[in-house]
T-cell receptor, first 114, second 112 residues
Framework: EPEVTQTPSHQVTQMGQEVILRCVPI?????FYWYRQILGQKVEFLVSFYNNEISEKSEIFDDQFSVERPDGSNFTLKIRSTKLEDSAMYFCASSEVRVNYGYTFGSGTRLTVV | GDSVTQMEGPVTLSEEAFLTINCTYT??????LFWYVQYPGEGLQLLLK?????DKGSNKGFEATYRKETTSFHLEKGSVQVSDSAVYFC???????????FGAGTRLAVHP
């Protein structure tokens, strides 16, 4: 079964450093998403991406965050200057069409900011 | 805005007990509804879904019925196993926003 692949599985970074989280969505999918889950809390929407541009973003997704699809297969989330409160599990997801079949999620990247 | 409310956990059951995890939603229109499961140390897996009123989603012995009149999508399983121990998330998808909205999650612990 096709999978969404995320790397790395765990990243530790110092406060103020930039991090890039990587995702390889399912190849024929057109919509891409990032969600995050602070330990023990709700899964929160960050951003959706379609046709090489952001289609929607949440209030969490401020100027410190950016997304990119640099090469037609990868989908990246960059955090420009990490804060302690950015520590969370970050999930990438993709979907074939903008309808209601549900997404396929990756297994997540655990980001720890120290 | 749209929201999803789940019963608080943890839910602790003995093996072979009956499981219900309540989920209600608020939305404009009729969203699609989902249950996702997160096993320890893993990502989110789609467990089942329903896209319109009265639809019943089912998978791995779990079921949930989309009830428009009560705006609910409760998860049930007749006989739980230890391997069902996980966190269960109810979610709604409103096409107008193109995003999944998750409930807070309910942790299920099943003991032998």
């Amino acid at each position: 079964e096709p999978e969404v692949t995320q790397t790395p599985s765990h990243q530790v970074t110092q406060m103020g450093q930039e991090v890039i989280l990587r995702c390889v969505p399912i190849s024929n999918h057109l919509y891409f998403y990032w969600y995050r889950q602070i330990l023990g809390q709700k899964v929160e929407f960050l951003v959706s991406f379609y046709n090489n541009e952001i289609s929607e973003k949440s209030e969490i997704f401020d100027d410190q965050f950016s997304v990119e699809r640099p090469d037609g297969s990868n989908f990246t989330l960059k955090i420009r200057s990490t804060k302690l409160e950015d520590s969370a599990m970050y999930f990438c997801a993709s979907s074939e069409v903008r309808v209601n079949y549900g997404y396929t999620f990756g297994s997540g990247t655990r980001l720890t900011v120290v | 805005g749209d929201s999803v409310t789940q019963m608080e956990g943890p839910v602790t059951l003995s093996e072979e007990a009956f499981l219900t995890i309540n989920c209600t939603y608020t939305a404009t229109g009729y969203p699609s509804l989902f249950w996702y499961v997160q096993y320890p140390g893993e990502g989110l897996q789609l467990l089942l879904k329903a896209t319109k009123a009265d639809d019943k989603g089912s998978n791995k012995g779990f079921e949930a019925t989309y009830r428009k009149e009560t705006t609910s999508f409760h998860l049930e399983k007749g006989s739980v196993q230890v391997s069902d121990s996980a966190v269960y998330f109810c979610a709604s998808f409103s096409g107008g926003y193109n995003k999944l909205i998750f409930g807070a999650g309910t942790r299920l612990a099943v003991h032998p």
